[in-house]
């Protein structure tokens, strides 16, 4: 990194984290703090809303699923429109009826006070490891190819996001949002074009397409009903469904997006903003990561784009061995380069030559073989490190081919993903804390005051967990699916017991409690058993949740009264 870009990265971080501590210091009550005083309006609510979602992993993580994997991962996100709908007709409404603070409210007014527990204690477990991947995602990859101390960027990042999210709460998160998200969007597309300007000159982005398409990055959907797969049009538009509306339904962190919009309809409006932008938000970031891969069918590429593997494998006598891989990676390089150059020249005589991309997805599958034996070697050298490298594709690229100053915006832009969806978690985790736990359990009368400095120093305290959290994590596969995975876990049951909640009257406390204990239980050994997709974890938790409570009521807790209400319906 040159001067240029440090200046860029510190002028653009000080400046978000500054006019966010400016433009909402000193917040009057709880209602101020925790909701905004309910004046954000519709398209703040969407940006922050998307902004939340869009975590430094999305930008990190996605363009190297697309390098490796294509754009199916999109199919993921099919359900989102539909999820927005639903909440907008059913729970924005009631929400803004009963005057919650969190969502949690909501279970004790329609079951009783340990329901409401236990779901705000569910989404206290998942939230905090979410929060705390949020800030070691961008500090494992950054710490890695920069050579930056590990601890010391986990530390800063959540710094940073403490500072003004404990100063003016909700409304700080969305006031900075909204930079983020002008930073963010406006780094992403000048990376884009800046790619597509490095492709050889008689190139356009329609053989672009071609020769990714002729490697099987351009298979959107997958109609295929093998539960195995990850990523279907079924997985999407299901499990995907189930997840999106629990997320954005039921957790805090969203749910207080939109809860301080100015009326039901500018929260509404705020949510369909994001229902209509997300899909192609996300279908345009790995579509940048797809035109990454295509840039590497001419230019250099590492057999592992994670440095520290190579120079673990460099210290250990299976040093020469990797040489020879990278040598032969070379060699293959140079051929897919000459044969992507010909097929682009008949491209441009209106031919797709079969032959020609016959034997470019040959060479894929060489390469992919390359690259495989390069893992186990890597393995081999190191049996506890992680040999996918998925989640340092984009990044090996921005360090190594973009110009000076875009580096520095490029990576404000991934910090400014991570402080983003970072204070919308704490925020979220500090008013459920301070609301459904702290306050509804605390004896006694307590000023307003009281309370909002009580969530202020359960942000405090949140963040400094997320850090801690952040400082012992692991690696996993890919943190873009490690994020949805620890989602999809908790996500369906506590789904379930608001679907039960808003549509099924006659199951009462009892039968509801039980149940979430029960199918969250079942949801554990299920992804231990590891027998399905983690999207249809959220699915089948909703289901089962719902099912036995059903069962539930009919039987162990089957009372005159429930009776008695079961015959009026």
Same mark, same amino acid.
């Given at each position: 990194?040159?001067?240029?870009?440090?200046?860029?990265?510190?002028?653009?971080?000080?400046?978000?984290?500054?006019?966010?501590?400016?433009?909402?210091?000193?917040?009057?009550?709880?209602?101020?703090?925790?909701?905004?005083?309910?004046?954000?309006?519709?398209?703040?609510?969407?940006?922050?809303?998307?902004?939340?979602?869009?975590?430094?992993?999305?930008?990190?993580?996605?363009?190297?699923?697309?390098?490796?994997?294509?754009?199916?991962?999109?199919?993921?996100?099919?359900?989102?429109?539909?999820?927005?709908?639903?909440?907008?007709?059913?729970?924005?409404?009631?929400?803004?009826?009963?005057?919650?603070?969190?969502?949690?409210?909501?279970?004790?007014?329609?079951?009783?006070?340990?329901?409401?527990?236990?779901?705000?204690?569910?989404?206290?477990?998942?939230?905090?490891?979410?929060?705390?991947?949020?800030?070691?995602?961008?500090?494992?990859?950054?710490? /890695?190819?920069?050579?930056?101390?590990?601890?010391?960027?986990?530390?800063?990042?959540?710094?940073?996001?403490?500072?003004?999210?404990?100063?003016?709460?909700?409304?700080?998160?969305?006031?900075?949002?909204?930079?983020?998200?002008?930073?963010?969007?406006?780094?992403?597309?000048?990376?884009?074009?800046?790619?597509?300007?490095?492709?050889?000159?008689?190139?356009?982005?329609?053989?672009?397409?071609?020769?990714?398409?002729?490697?099987?990055?351009?298979?959107?959907?997958?109609?295929?009903?093998?539960?195995?797969?990850?990523?279907?049009?079924?997985?999407?538009?299901?499990?995907?469904?189930?997840?999106?509306?629990?997320?954005?339904?039921?957790?805090?962190?969203?749910?207080?997006?939109?809860?301080?919009?100015?009326?039901?309809?500018?929260?509404?409006?705020?949510?369909?903003?994001?229902?209509?932008?997300?899909?192609?938000?996300?279908?345009?970031?790995?579509?940048?990561?797809?035109?990454?891969?295509?840039?590497?069918?001419?230019?250099?590429?590492?057999?592992?784009?994670?440095?520290?593997?190579?120079?673990?494998?460099?210290?250990?006598?299976?040093?020469?061995?990797?040489?020879?891989?990278?040598?032969?990676?070379?060699?293959?390089?140079?051929?897919?380069?000459?044969?992507?150059?010909?097929?682009?020249?008949?491209?441009?005589?209106?031919?797709?030559?079969?032959?020609?991309?016959?034997?470019?997805?040959?060479?894929?599958?060489?390469?992919?073989?390359?690259?495989?034996?390069?893992?186990?070697?890597?393995?081999?050298?190191?049996?506890?490190?992680?040999?996918?490298?998925?989640?340092?594709?984009?990044?090996?690229?921005?360090?190594?081919?973009?110009?000076?100053?875009?580096?520095?915006?490029?990576?404000?832009?991934?910090?400014?993903?991570?402080?983003?969806?970072?204070?919308?978690?704490?925020?979220?985790?500090?008013?459920?804390?301070?609301?459904?736990?702290?306050?509804?359990?605390?004896?006694?009368?307590?000023?307003?005051?009281?309370?909002?400095?009580?969530?202020?120093?359960?942000?405090?305290?949140?963040?400094?967990?997320?850090?801690?959290?952040?400082?012992?994590?692991?690696?996993?596969?890919?943190?873009?699916?490690?994020?949805?995975?620890?989602?999809?876990?908790?996500?369906?049951?506590?789904?379930?017991?608001?679907?039960?909640?808003?549509?099924?009257?006659?199951?009462?406390?009892?039968?509801?409690?039980?149940?979430?204990?029960?199918?969250?239980?079942?949801?554990?050994?299920?992804?231990?058993?590891?027998?399905?997709?983690?999207?249809?974890?959220?699915?089948?938790?909703?289901?089962?949740?719902?099912?036995?409570?059903?069962?539930?009521?009919? /039987?162990?807790?089957?009372?005159?009264?429930?009776?008695?209400?079961?015959?009026?319906?």
């Amino acid at each position: 990194m040159q001067q240029i870009d440090w200046i860029i990265l510190v002028v653009t971080l000080l400046s978000i984290v500054s006019f966010g501590v400016y433009k909402t210091r000193g917040s009057k009550d709880v209602k101020d703090f925790i909701l905004g005083n309910n004046e954000t309006p519709w398209h703040v609510v969407g940006l922050s809303v998307m902004a939340t979602q869009a975590s430094a992993i999305t930008f990190l993580s996605t363009p190297g699923q697309a390098y490796h994997d294509g754009m199916g991962f999109v199919q993921f996100y099919f359900g989102l429109p539909i999820a927005m709908v639903v909440i907008c007709m059913t729970f924005i409404p009631i929400y803004h009826r009963l005057k919650v603070y969190t969502a949690y409210e909501y279970l004790e007014q329609r079951f009783d006070l340990k329901t409401r527990s236990l779901a705000a204690m569910l989404f206290l477990i998942q939230r905090g490891l979410g929060t705390g991947l949020t800030i070691y995602a961008p500090s494992i990859i950054l710490s /890695t190819i920069l050579g930056w101390n590990l601890t010391a960027m986990n530390i800063l990042i959540g710094i940073l996001v403490i500072i003004y999210t404990v100063s003016g709460g909700t409304k700080a998160v969305n006031v900075t949002q909204k930079q983020q998200m002008f930073v963010i969007m406006s780094g992403m597309f000048i990376t884009f074009f800046l790619i597509l300007h490095y492709l050889p000159n008689d190139m356009t982005f329609s053989n672009a397409l071609h020769i990714a398409g002729a490697n099987d990055k351009m298979d959107i959907v997958d109609f295929s009903f093998d539960p195995e797969k990850r990523y279907t049009f079924w997985s999407g538009i299901t499990g995907g469904f189930f997840l999106a509306l629990a997320y954005f339904g039921t957790d805090q962190s969203q749910v207080g997006r939109y809860l301080s919009g100015k009326s039901v309809k500018e929260s509404q409006m705020g949510l369909i903003m994001n229902g209509l932008l997300k899909v192609p938000m996300q279908f345009f970031i790995l579509l940048t990561g797809v035109m990454v891969f295509v840039f590497f069918q001419f230019n250099d590429v590492p057999l592992n784009f994670n440095p520290n593997n190579k120079i673990a494998v460099e210290q250990t006598v299976y040093k020469e061995e990797y040489n020879n891989l990278e040598a032969k990676l070379v060699t293959l390089s140079e051929e897919k380069k000459e044969l992507n150059l010909l097929y682009i020249d008949h491209l441009n005589q209106n031919y797709d030559n079969p032959i020609l991309r016959q034997q470019l997805i040959g060479l894929s599958g060489k390469e992919k073989e390359l690259r495989e034996e390069a893992k186990v070697l890597i393995s081999k050298a190191d049996n506890k490190t992680e040999t996918n490298d998925k989640d340092y594709v984009f990044i090996h690229f921005i360090l190594n081919y973009l110009p000076q100053g875009l580096i520095g915006l490029l990576l404000a832009v991934i910090l400014s993903a991570a402080m983003s969806s970072s204070a919308s978690g704490l925020t979220a985790l500090a008013s459920t804390t301070a609301i459904d736990i702290y306050k509804r359990n605390l004896k006694g009368v307590k000023s307003d005051k009281h309370y909002v400095n009580a969530t202020k120093v359960f942000t405090l305290l949140w963040g400094i967990i997320a850090i801690l959290f952040a400082c012992v994590g692991t690696l996993f596969e890919n943190l873009i699916q490690l994020v949805n995975i620890v989602g999809s876990v908790f996500y369906g049951t506590v789904l379930g017991i608001f679907l039960v909640g808003f549509y099924i009257k006659f199951v009462k406390a009892q039968a509801i409690f039980w149940s979430t204990v029960v199918s969250q239980l079942a949801i554990f050994y299920i992804y231990y058993l590891d027998v399905v997709s983690f999207l249809w974890l959220n699915f089948i938790g909703a289901m089962l949740t719902i099912i036995i409570a059903i069962l539930l009521q009919f /039987t162990i807790f089957n009372t005159p009264k429930a009776v008695k209400l079961q015959s009026e319906l």
